[in-house]
């Protein structure tokens, strides 16, 4: 299964963010970078909301923006590739924790 590290593209103090925690990487393992965004909306998704639908952006994940993360092939070598589709490391920049 590939993996994916998902990047902070955004300076930390843009306006874009709207309070929302920041990571400044996520590595995933996922089928695609598509489906790499949507598994990490965990993250900073707050409970209760849709994240598959049209919504507010003020209540939806950072992770499906192209203005605050980009995602990119995850070539290190210091992650396993096999295992479930998921979240597997993290770095978290600044934020709270998802509620």
């Known amino acids: 299964m590939p993996l994916w ?3 902070a593209v955004a300076d930390m103090d843009d306006p874009v963010w709207q309070d929302r925690a920041q990571w400044e990487w996520v590595i995933v393992r996922a089928a695609s ?3 790499a965004r949507t598994l990490a909306t ?4 707050p409970s209760g909301v ?3 639908g049209v919504q507010n952006s003020n209540l939806g994940s950072a992770f499906s ?3 605050l993360y980009h995602v990119v092939p995850e070539t290190s070598g210091a992650f396993e590739a096999q295992g479930p589709d998921g979240i597997v490391a993290e ?5 709270p924790v998802n509620p």
């Open 42 to 45: 965990d993250l900073d998704t």
């Open 33 to 35: 970078p598509a489906f």
């Open 5 to 7: 590290r998902i990047e």
């Open 65 to 67: 923006s192209e203005k």
């Open 50 to 52: 849709n994240r598959y």
């Open 91 to 95: 770095s978290r920049r600044r934020g």
